[in-house]
């Protein structure tokens, strides 16, 4: 993902800041923040979305945006995404029984938890929690995606969308993103002439 990465180094920019540093940073730097915070931005939900069945409006500024915009003197920009697992509630799906069915995955198949119910949490959202039986412990390896509400109930959490975006969306998103922003950096390098 295009977190902390130098313009420069992306373009290949050295002869530009040779020729004409003052108008080369300006170009960049209009570049690389109108295209991350713009369509590339746009390009990285779109593929989260693509993906995983996250509901119309989750991946707002304030879970994935930009952190930090380039200027003429620092040209870097960077995306941040929440580290925090997502709650496994924000993926349940229409069902009928007993349990709470979840797709975490577009088009891929779904999970069952028999003992599932869901549960309102101090923020206000949803979450969900299942009730374990008698000596039963959960077969997870990852502890950060499970807070134990009582002795035999537990809440469960999936993936952050950090975790999602380094699990592929963000490589396979970047070299449209990377090409978008040397568009706009001609354009705006033209633009300042």
Do not use: C, W
């Amino acid at each position: 993902m295009l977190n902390d990465t130098s313009v420069a180094g992306l373009l290949g920019l050295q002869d530009f800041l040779v020729a004409a540093p003052d108008r080369t940073r300006k170009a960049a730097s209009f570049a690389l923040n109108r295209v991350i915070g713009g369509s590339g931005l746009q390009r990285y939900r779109k593929g989260l979305m693509d993906e995983i069945n996250f509901p119309a409006g989750y991946l707002n500024d304030e879970r994935f945006g930009v952190d930090r915009r380039a200027s003429p003197d620092n040209l870097v920009t960077s995306l941040v995404a929440r580290q925090r697992p997502t709650s496994l509630a924000r993926f349940a799906v229409a069902g009928a029984g007993k349990g709470v069915t979840v797709q975490v995955g577009k088009g891929k198949g779904t999970n069952r938890f028999q003992t599932g119910f869901l549960v309102g949490l101090n923020s206000g959202n949803l979450g969900l929690a299942v009730r374990l039986g008698p000596g039963v412990k959960l077969n997870k390896t990852d502890t950060s995606r499970m807070v134990h509400l009582e002795a035999n109930v537990v809440l469960l959490y999936g993936p952050s969308i950090d975790q999602l975006l380094d699990n592929g969306v963000a490589d396979k998103e970047t070299p449209e993103v990377i090409d978008d922003i040397a568009t706009e950096f001609f354009r705006q390098f033209d633009r300042l002439a």
